[in-house]
């Protein structure tokens, strides 16, 4: 297991992004293994080259550091809403220290520490959802801070746009019109949709990026306690992310709901190369 991520670690005073790993499992509805989603991009990372093709760069070059990894099951064992107040106070100092953060999950609950404390800052925030699932649901067996009511409780704070989505209840499709969301389903992509075009006409700017890493085919992403068939495929979310980040001012993101499976070592990589594309493309700006 490497040290650090992609082995490499600035000092925080020279650093301009920061990793802050949240191993939080609590809430999951079917295949579990997400707070083990940290340790695995860790060790993944090792093996992503530093030299972007795409970006002709070095990223991590303009400086990276990382929160401890720490114990899944301490961090399990805490509330959603401890869980919430801890880690938005870890981000909240590196926003304030003028870093860039990513939180690595995690189920997708984790989402709400980075943007609660991202939103304080930027009350006019707006919300890129990658995702299968709409997460719309008010509460899920009776917890309204399950995985499957993330994006219902960024809504009551920010407008949001989903992208990828492919399984929702008639709960939330009737939900729907009356929520601050924009969507966009998987099969509009295929039937030819062009994903920045949406962006650019319902996203505002600031924003907050939460990539849900099942809004991925299973074919290339089978490491997800919820897979859906018909997901994206990489060079798609690649392209959407290349206009994000050129067109909008993204302040924080997560990654999230990475399950991994031992000896499959593709998705874990995925995710690795996904969070060094995504520091290139934000410390390139």
Same mark, same amino acid.
């Given at each position: 297991m490497p040290k650090t991520f992609f082995d490499v670690i600035d000092a925080k005073q020279n650093a301009r992004a920061v990793i802050v790993p949240i191993p939080f499992e609590k809430s999951v509805s079917y295949g579990g293994g997400t707070a083990k989603g940290p340790a695995a991009i860790r060790a993944a990372s090792a093996q992503v080259e530093f030299y972007d093709e795409v970006l002709r760069s070095e990223p991590y070059r303009v400086g990276l550091t990382a929160e401890p990894l720490g114990d899944p099951r301490r961090v399990s064992a805490l509330s959603a809403?401890?869980?919430?107040a801890r880690f938005a106070k870890v981000v909240g100092k590196h926003l304030d220290a003028g870093r860039f953060p990513i939180a690595l999950g995690g189920e997708h609950t984790v989402t709400l520490a980075p943007f609660s404390a991202a939103i304080e800052r930027f009350p006019d925030l707006h919300v890129?959802?990658? /995702?299968?699932?709409?997460d719309l649901r008010d509460r899920y067996e009776g917890d309204p801070y399950s995985h499957a009511c993330v994006a219902r409780r960024l809504a009551e704070r920010a407008p949001v746009v989903q992208v990828g989505i492919r399984s929702y209840d008639r709960e939330q499709a =009737? @939900?729907?019109? @009356?929520?601050?969301?924009?969507?966009?389903? @998987?099969? =509009?992509?295929? @039937?030819?949709? /062009?994903?920045a075009a949406f962006a650019a006409k319902h996203l505002g700017d600031p924003v907050y990026l939460t990539i849900d890493l099942d809004v991925f085919d299973p074919s290339i992403m089978p490491s997800t306690g919820t897979p859906e068939p018909g997901g994206l495929l990489w060079h798609e979310v690649d392209a959407l992310l290349a206009w994000l980040f050129a067109k909008r001012n993204v302040v924080a993101m997560d990654l999230v709901e990475l399950a991994p499976i031992r000896g499959l070592h593709a998705p874990d990589f995925l995710a690795a190369r996904l969070l060094y594309r995504c520091l290139g493309r934000r410390l390139a700006q």
């Open positions: 809403k401890q869980m919430i890129l959802h990658l /995702d299968a699932h709409a =009737e @939900a729907l019109p @009356a929520l601050p969301v924009r969507m966009l389903h @998987a099969h =509009e992509i295929r @039937a030819g949709v /062009d994903l």
